[in-house]
């Protein structure tokens, strides 16, 4: 589209025939698709103005599109040609934008998009919506026939509303092969390779399906991996759950506090702040979460930057949990929900209320009307609510489920008859004991794998896969950087045929621990976290202990180490960077998200090597920098910006410590979203109905005992004076 078209004018014709979009059989609009550049400060990555202004019902522009859309309408439904029609409104969801871009001062370029739909990102002109307009219109019109939609051979459930869809459904059409258990499941070959035998298995997928890529999900992974020039990374996810640190700590009696408040992402934007215009230092004063009395510091020091330069931050629309409250909370007042821990006094205060006042425990079935982030809140207001919201959030955050099916035939011309290592039982979630122990065993496998050669012939298959998954608190898409459970020494320390041995320390950490006098042998990649590139997320059926077949969820990727920022790989190889299996648009991010500060991201499979996992190996997302946040940093650093040998908990987020110190722990799987949250808030008002029934009942039977104790004083005294 043109600014000549922008600039146009365009009125209603007179006497217009008027058609409705609400007897639509079919809406997949949402606004959750829409821009989020809206400020005429917005600036992308070149420094260009680049910004959205939404168009009314009854501006120009939207009036000539809901002409030719009630033309269009009118001819399909074959209503007489003799009067102009027009659309009341646009389909629900959907909305016309004006992107402004262009360099500042200059002359702005104006073009209209139309944006709303859960599986097209934008559409670019009237004649490329007609098609998915009358589509929309169809009560017996099954699939689209606009240009994108022609892509799939069925149309995707999106995860892109408010609650994320899903539930994977395995194909009856044709018997599958059946995999043996295993968390740890096999290395694979990504590209078959021609250049003599193999001793793993090769899978060729066929490209008789594609897979269009969801909006959120390719945003979500571009906002990690591609990080803007001026502004904090988006860290966060609609729907994720997060913890709240609060402006004002809610101040309980005894000096204990309440600074944070659990809360569900339900939007994410960017605001303008004014430009930094010194070189001094800001010191901020922030409450703490690890004391109840001191407040940590964190100096941030500002830039400069041209004077029409825009400085954004993200702000985050957070429905707080248990509570009438929903605000926008700026992104350094959010924190991930693995990111911290209610402590123990903390949690001692809270229920020691509760134990002396158990008739006044509220079982509430709605939300209690308190807003924590008011600066007038109070601790006796805040007790059972933030009780309630703890305990939720826990219920989240043991619950899972897949998201955004798509099947994908597969011919698989070899198969090794026996995998690497197995000790799982599936997607049941075993201890990180079983899991630790399984990698272990596959370990110890790797010497001998070239030797399991016992191949053959399997066919075509069906494969499930999924776009994304959520796991805990968490959104986790294909593409995805994650955390897994297992330190990067219980993964062939010492390297093995398929993967390379863990890192030496860097030239400047190797002279530093030679002049503390010690061995830097021992301070390898091996002692920090193991991280997986997710390439695909996808089904397999195996057979159970009773014979029966089961499905088992699991990812496979390639996987990274952390190495010193100066190492040197001493066999430098190229990795072949593979494409998505079937997916249009960008599989995973162009770009690995930033590494933490001081080391980088080194992959340790050979080239054109695959892991596949168990989902239960899942640690959580990575979250890049999260450590520099202003509450995070006093924690994890000590007062000489060392690294804090106590904060392994903090430090897993980034791969620092291992995964085994921080880690998501799924046991229940649910339909979606929506069910997980339903559950979660079902369990807390049982569990809180339980505790106050047994204190009540304890307390009943204590003044029971003192009752009939002081029956038997009164018994004695009598007989003493007889």
Sequence with gaps: MSQRRVNQSHGLPQHPAWLSVKDFPKSDGTDSQYP???????????????????????????????????????????????????????????????????????????????????????????????????????VNKETCECKYCVRTSHRPRASTSRIAPAQPVIPPKEPRPLEQAGIFTAISYTR????????????????????????????????????????????????????????????????????????????????????????????????????????????????????????QQFVYRIRFLCVCAEHSVDADHVIPFQAHRVSDTLRDALFAIQLHQPANIAVASTDFDFDPWASDAQWVDAVQPFLFAWEMGTRISHCWNLTDSWEKKISTTMIADTPVASTSTGVGMDSIANAYNAAALANNSYDSISARRNQRNIG???????????????????????????????????????????????????????????????????IRGLFMLIDRI????????????????????????????????PEPRP??????HGLSAPPRPKRLPPAPVGYKFHAILRPQREMVFSVILLGGRYYPRILTHQYLHPIVRTEEGKLNLNANFLCALEGLSAGTFNYVEPIEYKKDREEIVSYANMKAIENVRAYKESRLRHEANTAMDTEVASDEEVDELAMDID
Excluded at 37 to 56: F, H, I, K, M, R
Excluded at 93 to 109: S, T
């Design 36 to 138: 989020t550049a809206l400020s005429e400060a917005s600036v992308d990555e070149s420094g260009s103005v680049n910004y959205y202004v939404p168009a009314q019902n009854d501006d120009s522009i939207c009036i000539r599109w809901r002409k030719e859309l009630g033309d269009a309408l009118a001819k399909h439904r074959r209503l007489p040609a003799n009067k102009p029609y027009v659309l009341s409104t646009l389909p629900k969801g959907y909305k016309i934008f004006v992107q402004n871009k262009g360099q500042p001062g200059a002359k702005i370029r104006q073009d209209i998009y139309l944006y709303g739909s859960k599986t097209v990102l934008k559409f670019r002109s009237i004649p490329e919506f007609i098609p998915h307009f009358l589509w929309l219109a169809d």
């Design 192 to 311: 078959a390779d021609d250049s003599g035998p193999q001793s793993l298995p090769s899978s060729r997928r066929t490209d008789d399906f594609v897979a269009t890529m969801l909006p959120d999900r390719a945003r979500d992974l571009d906002a990690v991996s591609n990080p803007k020039e001026g502004r904090m990374q988006r860290l966060f996810r609609k729907n994720e759950l997060v913890w709240v640190v609060l402006e004002q700590p809610i101040m309980g009696p005894e000096g204990e506090n309440i600074a944070t408040w659990l809360g569900i992402v339900t939007d994410a934007r960017t605001k303008t702040a004014p430009p930094h215009r010194n070189h001094g230092t800001t010191t901020l004063d922030v409450p703490s979460l690890t004391s109840s009395s001191t407040q940590a510091e964190s100096s941030l020091h500002a830039t400069n930057a041209p004077t029409w330069t825009a400085q």
């Design 460 to 526: 075509n298959k069906t494969e499930v896969n999924f776009q994304g998954i959520w796991w805990g608190a968490e959104r986790i898409w294909a593409g995805d950087l994650v955390r897994l459970m297992l330190p990067r020494s219980s993964l062939a320390p010492q390297g093995s045929a398929d993967i390379l041995p863990c890192a030496e320390p860097g030239p400047s950490s190797r002279q530093q621990l030679e002049q503390l006098g010690k061995k830097p042998s021992l301070y390898t990649s091996g």
């Design 538 to 569: 996808f089904l397999v059926e195996r057979k159970a202990d009773n014979n029966s077949r089961k499905q088992e969820a699991r990812v496979a990727g390639q996987l990274y180490e952390l190495v010193d920022e100066d190492w040197v790989d």
């Design 575 to 580: 990795f072949v960077q593979q494409g998505s």
